[in-house]
């Protein structure tokens, strides 16, 4: 009988790199009737990213990595539709974070903090009803324990911002996030023709106001459809209080 031995490196390794995702299931889904909520309670000072009670499997990505012990490694690696972001993992190496999904083919990456191990979720979902975002902007920066906002001026004077998360017509910021990495995310199914500008402010960074932090701001416009496009632009800021002009684009 052989024996092989496996060194203990490797096994410590492989017990920390497991990733599991639990939802959104990869296959064939159809979301009608689903209950997925898009704007999301916040209570403050500390406002994270969470998950609302009700809300639906198919508008949200839950999972587990084993043995990620927040505060002790970087964040783990969110991949939707190819856009890269941090993600907090709790304690007890769970996630859990709302997102709306479009209808169509989407597909769901997480990473561990040491980037050697991952899971992927590729599903499609047919509910021809769906409401289909045609611009997406997403908000992410790599700081835990930070407070960066976006900001989004639409060509009609409409302004997306934690202030007034809900424009008059219809686009929508979706949660304040007050601790660290984001995401924050506008979405608009009937974005108005014209000019856009993206913002974002650094607004705090708790007892460490020298922390320099990286936000990366990405534009997705007709998402899942051939004419889809993404553009993505990072920009580092100094100081608490720094108000930045990311990006101005037009829109179709």
């Known amino acids: 009988m052989k024996i092989v031995l496996i060194p203990a490196l490797l096994l410590s390794t492989a017990a920390l790199a497991q990733v599991k995702i639990d939802s959104p299931n990869s296959g064939w889904r159809n979301s009608k009737g689903a209950k997925e909520a898009y704007t999301q309670d916040v209570n403050y000072p500390a406002a994270s990213v969470?998950?609302?009670?009700?809300?639906?499997?198919?508008?949200?990505?839950?999972?587990?990595?084993?043995g990620k012990v927040k505060g002790k490694d970087k964040p783990a690696t969110l991949v939707?539709?190819?856009?890269?972001?941090?993600?907090?993992?709790?304690?007890?190496?769970?996630?859990?974070r709302p997102y709306a999904f479009g209808r169509g083919s989407n597909s769901v990456e997480v990473r561990s903090p040491d980037g050697k191990a991952r899971s992927r979720s590729q599903f499609l979902d047919s509910?021809?009803?769906?409401?289909?975002?045609?611009?997406?902007?997403v908000l992410s920066w790599d700081s835990d324990g930070t407070d960066v906002d976006l900001h989004v001026v639409a060509p009609d004077g409409g302004h997306s911002w934690y202030g007034n998360r809900v424009m008059p017509n219809g686009g929508?910021?979706?949660?304040?996030?007050?601790?660290?990495?984001?995401?924050?995310?506008?979405?608009?199914?009937?974005?108005?023709?014209?000019?856009?500008?993206?913002?974002?402010?650094?607004?705090g960074a708790g007892q460490e106001?020298?922390?320099?932090?990286?936000?990366?701001?990405a534009i997705i416009t007709n998402e899942n459809s051939p004419n889809e496009r993404q553009e993505v632009v990072r920009v580092p800021l100094r100081a608490p209080g720094e108000l930045t002009l990311v990006k101005s684009f037009v829109f179709p």
Do not use: C, W
């Open 50 to 66: 969470s998950v609302q009670a009700g809300q639906s499997p198919t508008a949200e990505i839950r999972g587990r990595i084993a």
């Open 80 to 96: 939707v539709n190819g856009v890269a972001m941090p993600m907090a993992v709790q304690e007890d190496g769970s996630f859990a």
């Open 127 to 137: 509910y021809a009803g769906k409401t289909q975002s045609r611009l997406r902007v």
């Open 172 to 203: 929508a910021l979706d949660v304040d996030v007050t601790t660290g990495y984001g995401p924050e995310i506008f979405s608009s199914a009937a974005p108005p023709k014209g000019n856009y500008h993206v913002y974002v402010n650094y607004y």
């Open 209 to 217: 106001t020298g922390i320099l932090t990286v936000a990366q701001v």
